[in-house]
């Protein structure tokens, strides 16, 4: 079945840590690749996307992910995280063979002061 | 990216009951989607809604239960009926200029049935 999967369910680094967060997908074909960040008490906002390009997108708040196609992934990285990056993180993908947004079960990232 | 407004923002509602949830965008949209985020869990597309179409659904979801209108390009609303305690969950609009593109969300819609 096609899937999306972050194997990271909670994640916890101190200030000025580096961070990857994992997302695998299933889908065959063309994908475009999303993450998304939820703030504790705030709506899901759009971090970075990828539809075609360069495989190495920079999003916001120094936050980068990397399309690998033969890996099928598309992770999600920082080279030092601050204690306001504690957030939930999803990984999203949609395809042409598919219609709709999925989303992976998300990844909680606790960042400590 | 629009800015998407969700009324109520949150409710605590009666079983058998039902709830109209409302989702207005500042800006005319060619998709809106309503998700539903359970508690500690991802989301998952309830339907989508087309201006002067009927809306689509998902496996598992069926318009008798989650009614879902929308009139004007800017505007939908989701109810969910009949409520019992398993759709005590966040209920989420997005929008979105077709089903493989970016998605803006609302603020969601926080729902609990005792």
């Known amino acids: 079945a096609q899937s999306v999967s972050q194997h990271n369910h909670h994640v916890i680094l101190s200030e000025a840590a580096s961070l990857e967060l994992g997302c695998n997908y299933s889908?065959?074909?063309?994908?475009?690749l999303f993450w998304y960040v939820q703030y504790p008490g705030q709506h899901l906002q759009l971090l970075l996307k990828?539809?075609?390009?360069?495989?190495l997108v920079k999003g916001i708040k120094g936050f980068e992910a990397e399309f690998i196609k033969s890996k099928f992934s598309f992770n999600l990285r920082k080279p030092s995280v601050q204690w306001s990056d504690t957030a939930e993180y999803f990984c999203a993908v949609t395809s042409y063979n598919n219609n709709d947004m999925r989303f992976g079960a998300g990844t909680r990232l606790t960042v400590k002061p | 990216s629009a800015v998407i407004s969700q009324k109520p923002s949150r409710d605590i509602c009666q079983r058998g009951t039902s709830l109209t949830i409302q989702c207005q965008v500042d800006s005319q949209v060619t998709m809106m989607f309503w998700y539903r985020q359970q508690p500690g869990q991802s989301l998952t597309l309830i339907a989508t809604?087309?201006?002067?179409?009927?809306?689509?659904?998902e496996s598992g979801f069926v318009i008798d239960k989650f009614p879902i209108s929308r009139p004007n390009l800017t505007f939908s609303t989701l109810t969910v009926s009949n409520m019992s305690p398993e759709d005590s969950s966040i209920y989420l609009c997005s929008v979105g200029q077709g089903r493989r593109e970016t998605q803006y969300f609302g603020p969601g819609t926080r729902l609990l049935v005792l």
């Open positions: 889908y065959g074909g063309t994908v475009n």
């Open positions: 809604a087309n201006q002067g179409s009927e809306a689509t659904y």
């Open positions: 990828y539809f075609s390009g360069d495989p």
